[in-house]
């Protein structure tokens, strides 16, 4: 008992301990950061000093994390219409080209709190000197958190200075004073940055800026369902450390085969009913299959699927990206105009929470939803 108690206490007492080390040099601790990773670069800053620490951190939030947390930020309100362009900042940060990956990510932050960020009338953006990034119970958007870590980038620069920095001063690299950013440290950092503003998006998103009302906040968990959850999140970290890639073939089978052989909370039963409801011109049901990630209306459905009308759907595999992402890829036999064609593509489903909050592991009360495609 005393052991668990322990945990429980040390879990979560992490935000704080990390963000007291790591805030002032540019990192602030955020959702789908890594527990294991959060306490290893503790551990190095404690044993080896801040520099070891920093190029930790640096190297775990690498190209290939990015890529793989990447769905996270895509169906955010306010993000969609920035996502082709954070698509070509994370081929800058795959090859190096870290000078390019910095602007664009500090753009990035700026113009999606500014859609989102309107007060008084007035919108505001992330590096604005009135913007408040505060939220109700939110580990990021706490007054410890996003908003110093907006106070330390936002920092006047205003001698030039030609030696390497390691923080994405944003007025000192956009006003051309830094003139040292081009490194993996500024890079990461500013990505980190974009995943932590994330959190406060899902605030606004989600009205909680603010408390909600007495009755629903008084209500407060017992020890025993915060030991309930404590587990169940270790449960989750210790199955996606275990959890591999796989790939699965359908080709060989034809479609009544696949909709018997498909369990009804799988990707694949999800994205079948999807493409049914498409191919009856059901735009009210086919906007319920969307990721809960998204809020799709019939009418936004009916303006994305109708310019195609689908006559047939069979699957042919699917491919495990991450434990809560899959792509998987379908025959369809589509007429756009009059013009009939049979053609392959590749349709992400992602797993969330019921609310559309994300998960590490999918269980049975997850919900798999279409989130986007493409032809392959």
């Known amino acids: 008992m005393n052991r668990l108690k322990g945990e429980v206490e040390r879990l979560a007492s992490l935000p704080d ?38 190029d930790f951190l640096a190297s775990y939030l690498s190209p290939e994390w990015v890529k793989k947390h990447f769905v996270y930020l895509t169906h955010i309100e306010g993000f969609s219409q920035r996502v082709t362009l954070a698509e070509k900042a994370l081929i800058d940060y795959e090859e190096q080209r870290y000078y390019a990956t910095a602007l664009v990510v500090l753009t990035l932050i700026d113009g999606w709190v500014n859609e989102l960020n309107i007060v008084d009338y007035q919108r ?63 890079a990461a950092k500013a990505w980190a940055t974009l995943f932590a503003v994330r959190e406060w998006a899902i605030k606004v998103r989600d009205g909680q800026l603010t408390p909600p009302p007495e009755p629903a906040a008084a209500k407060r968990k017992t020890f025993w369902e915060s030991i309930e959850d404590y ?43 999807f493409l049914d409801a498409w191919k009856k011109r059901n735009y009210g049901h086919a906007s319920s299959l969307f990721t809960k990630m998204l809020t799709i209306s019939p009418g936004e459905a009916r303006e994305t699927l109708a310019p195609k009308q689908l006559h047939a759907a069979r699957l042919l595999g699917i491919k495990y990206t991450t434990p809560f992402t899959s792509d998987v890829r379908a025959e369809l036999r589509l007429t756009t105009g009059s013009t009939m064609e049979t053609s392959n593509y590749e349709f992400r489903l992602v797993a969330t929470d019921t609310l559309g909050g994300t998960i590490l592991m999918p269980n049975s009360e997850s919900y798999w939803g279409v989130a986007t495609w493409r032809r392959v």
Not at 234 to 248: G, V
Not at 262 to 272: D, G
């Open 17 to 54: 301990r990390f963000n007291n080390l790591f805030l002032s040099h540019g990192w602030l601790l955020f959702e789908a950061f890594e527990v294991s990773a959060a306490e290893k670069a503790i551990e190095i800053c404690e044993t080896q000093g801040i520099s070891a620490a920093d």
């Open 124 to 186: 505001l953006s992330f590096f604005s000197d009135k913007t408040n990034l505060v939220a109700w119970d939110s580990v990021v958007a706490h007054e410890s958190g996003l908003p110093k870590l907006k106070k330390l980038l936002s920092s006047p620069r205003l001698k030039t200075r030609t030696e390497e920095i390691r923080i994405p001063y944003r007025n000192g690299i956009m006003h051309g004073m830094d003139l040292g950013y081009d490194n993996k440290y500024v």
């Open 231 to 273: 587990k169940n999140t270790m449960s989750e970290i210790e199955s996606s450390k275990r959890w591999k890639p796989t790939e699965t073939d359908y080709s060989h089978l034809n479609l009544d085969q696949q909709v018997k052989l498909f369990k009804k909370n799988s990707p694949e039963y999800r994205l079948l009913e």
